[in-house]
């Protein structure tokens, strides 16, 4: 990396879900050298970055902040002046209440070039997710937002904001909501003007409240309502512009260990149902070094190639590219996978899987191999370093088998304390794979018994025994589309 001054990206993320990001938003994350990011911001998000990009967490919140303004501003500075492109990533719009103009002040004090990405601010947005137009004929020809904390502490006029034509809405304000309705009251507003009180987007517990400004507070109270949540008052606060067609999942939050790419499938399959989807813990995919001759698999001698996951095929055949590989001196291997999902995966190279038992588990993989492999026919394992070893230990006694590792899981360090609290609150907490139920073990201490816990298939399960008393539940099918059929199942039994 160059030692010139590189530059820095305020990045606004949108608020809730990571598709909300803007375009030009999400092509420079792509390209950055470093993140910095708040809280709050979809893990997905932070996996779009490039892999070997520093993920460097400087969250701000009410009672909670991780770093002064002072040390954020310095960081993105000192990162520039590397020679790196920093992408600043900020929940809602860099400048509504972000603080992005004090972070831009900072750059162009220190000379770093910068761009501003706009973002979707969460004072329209977290509303308007819970039905709520800022603005709407007849009822709102306009909106103030506003913050209810000042340099001074809790703000106070209170006079000046009643008389506003349209909808309030307040940001920063649950701890003082009784103060904030109170405030509005005493100066003119009256008792049963709509109001409404959302927890939404990223936030660990959503929620939304409408009640008339007098009750407003207690009802937030009685609800439960947590930070961070967008206070709105005025007429359009008493509409709920939501779909009448209930979705089976609305408000059920869901934790997900295993890769991104995994947890990318499950949370584009659990979203659209109205499930709240988070990462508990994402595994990263990592080369490891491999002394295989590929040219064994180009001598036009009958061999299988064994393959037991997306990942495995993604890496296999990065391999052959990195080997300059002519497909077509593979004619002679004939390919096993593990499901459908790998068959698909397989078949997007342009091969179709010549065996994949009907049933997705590596013991139904060795025993369709036993039955179908010559005995003297070489077969060759391509996989995770983190395979379980009976495959290997089958294939060997019958025939000549090499188990070629190509890759490793690794669990990130995480924020434990509020992490595991978050997930503990949950309704499910999903295991995608055997190593992903030991990373979280070693991550995290233990297996809460609190979320209901789901687990891929029978070995993941029988991992999960070992570390917990509650049994999980299972999917039939091994598959993303198993696990969502599992939760839907249990959480609306057929």
Not at 181 to 199: C, E, F, I, K
Not at 237 to 262: H, I
Not at 413 to 426: F, K, T, V
Request: proline share 7%; hydrophobic share 45%; glycine share 8%.
């Amino acid at each position: 990396m160059s030692h010139s001054t590189g530059c820095v990206y305020l990045i606004g993320a949108g608020c809730g879900q990571a598709d909300l990001i803007t375009l030009r938003g999400l092509e420079l994350l792509r390209q950055c050298d470093a993140v910095v990011y708040d809280d709050l911001i979809a893990d997905e998000l932070l996996q779009a970055a490039p892999p070997q990009a520093r993920r460097i967490y400087m969250g701000k919140r009410l009672g909670r902040h991780y770093a002064p303004q002072e040390e954020i501003s310095h960081t993105l500075v000192k990162l520039a002046q590397k020679g790196l492109r920093v992408a600043r990533l900020k929940g809602g719009d860099p400048f509504v209440f972000g603080r992005g103009g004090e972070e831009a002040l900072a750059l162009q004090a220190a000379g770093i070039p910068f761009q501003v990405v706009p973002g979707i601010s969460s004072a329209i947005a977290i509303p308007a997710l819970a039905g709520i137009p800022v603005t709407h004929r007849g009822l709102s020809r306009g909106f103030h937002v506003v913050t209810a904390h000042t340099a001074q502490g809790m703000r106070t006029d209170f006079d000046r904001l009643a008389g506003l034509d349209g909808t309030l809405i307040f940001l920063m304000g649950l701890s003082h909501l009784s103060d904030i309705a109170q405030g509005l009251m005493d100066a003119g507003r009256p008792p049963n003007t709509p109001a409404a009180v959302v927890s939404g987007g990223c936030a660990p517990h959503p929620a939304t409240v409408r009640a008339p400004l007098g009750q407003l507070a207690a009802a937030a109270k009685q609800a439960d309502v947590q930070p961070p949540a967008v206070i709105v008052v005025g007429d359009t606060a008493a509409l709920d512009l939501t779909s009448a067609a209930a979705r089976p999942l609305e408000g059920v939050q869901v934790a997900l260990v295993g890769t991104p790419v995994l947890q990318q499938r499950l949370s584009a399959a659990l979203s659209p149902l109205g499930a709240q989807v988070f990462s508990a813990l994402t595994l990263q995919l990592e080369e490891l070094p491999c002394s295989f001759d590929w040219n064994t698999l180009c001598d036009g001698t009958p061999r299988w190639v064994v393959l037991t996951s997306q990942n495995g095929v993604a890496w296999f055949f990065r391999r052959l590219e990195e080997q300059r590989i002519d497909l077509r001196r593979l004619h002679a291997c004939r390919f096993a996978v593990i499901g459908s999902a790998t068959a698909a995966a397989l078949a997007c190279h342009g091969i179709q899987a010549d065996l994949c038992p009907s049933v997705h588990t590596t013991q139904a993989l060795a025993q369709a191999l036993l039955e179908t492999v010559p005995q003297g026919q070489p077969v060759y394992l391509f996989r995770s370093a983190l395979g379980a070893p009976e495959l290997f230990t089958r294939l060997s006694q019958h025939t000549h088998t090499e188990d070629i590792p190509l890759y490793t899981l690794r669990a990130p360090e995480a924020d434990c304390g509020g992490l595991l609290s978050q997930i503990q609150q949950s309704d499910y907490l999903v295991f995608s794979s055997a190593s992903g139920v030991e990373f979280f073990q070693q991550t995290f201490g233990s297996i809460p018994e609190q979320p209901s816990c789901v687990c891929i298939g029978p070995v993941t399960a029988r991992a999960l025994a070992s570390h917990c008393t509650v049994p999980p539940l299972v999917a039939e099918n091994i598959s993303s589309q198993g696990i969502v059929h599992t939760i839907l199942t249990h959480r609306e039994p057929l």
